[in-house]
């Protein structure tokens, strides 16, 4: 069974400017997440999307981060400007987590490690 | 709110020494959940175990165990008879109740195991 996919798997840009992550899940994942984990720390959630439908988003910073997830399926995460604050490791995971099986663990993909510099 | 703690920063440890991996969490739910994470120089988090908080007996997996503890609110982690792949930033996280949440990380403990 193929594993999340991410890519790029690094990224360095420029403050202001924009940058873009892909992410595709393992097949049959409903449920998919992003988080963000600066060095030394452990991963933070920014967002989670059930199918297509964004179930929590309250620590995405919304005036640079957006995100959708398109069909259900692969997502794409947004930085638009980059700040330096920014640089971190941007993780993806899936998982069969519903209502019904809210225990599920979660799978992670490589992670892009973005530089802004 | 939720919250884990790994207070160990950093452990150094010589080949086949045992270790133990601390982890203490808060939370308000009854129903939860609890997870151990490894994450190696690739980068890639792997999942190693989880735990659900109404059960609370120990899991022996090979040289890996894990120890929770309710009453203290801790879910440790040993390693027995290190080996130098085991070297990593092992995170502790915990889900809580029964909605659609996400996981809640510690700040990871990294296991530094020489030969």
């Known amino acids: 069974e193929a594993g999340v996919a991410q890519s790029p798997r690094y990224k360095i840009i420029e403050k202001r400017q924009s940058v873009a992550f892909w992410c595709n899940p393992i097949s049959g994942h409903a449920t998919l997440y992003w988080y963000q984990q600066i060095l030394g720390q452990g991963p933070k959630l920014l967002i989670q999307?059930?199918?297509?439908?964004?179930?929590?988003d309250s620590q995405l910073p919304k005036d640079r981060f957006s995100a959708e997830r398109l069909k259900g399926v692969d997502s794409t995460l947004k930085i638009q400007p980059a700040k330096l604050e920014d640089s971190a490791v941007y993780l993806c995971?899936?998982?069969?987590?519903?209502?019904?099986?809210?225990?599920?663990?979660?799978?992670f993909g490589p992670g892009t490690r973005l530089t802004v510099l | 709110a939720q919250k884990v703690t790994q207070a160990q920063t950093e452990i150094s440890v010589v080949e086949k020494e045992d270790v133990t991996l601390d982890c203490v969490y808060e939370t308000r739910d009854t129903t939860y959940y609890l997870f151990w994470y490894k994450q190696p120089p690739s980068g890639e988090l792997v999942f190693l175990i989880r735990r659900n908080s109404f059960d609370e007996q120990n899991e022996i997996s090979g040289r890996y165990s894990w120890n929770f503890q309710k009453s203290t609110s801790s879910f440790n982690f040993t390693i027995t008879a290190s080996q130098v792949v085991d070297s990593a930033v092992y995170f502790c996280?915990?889900?809580?109740?029964?909605?659609?949440?996400?996981?809640?990380f510690g700040s990871g403990t990294r296991l530094q195991v020489q030969p």
């Open positions: 996280a915990l889900k809580g109740g029964t909605g659609r949440r996400a996981l809640t």
């Open positions: 995971a899936s998982s069969l987590e519903n209502s019904g099986r809210p225990y599920n663990e979660q799978f």
């Open positions: 999307f059930q199918n297509n439908g964004v179930v929590d």
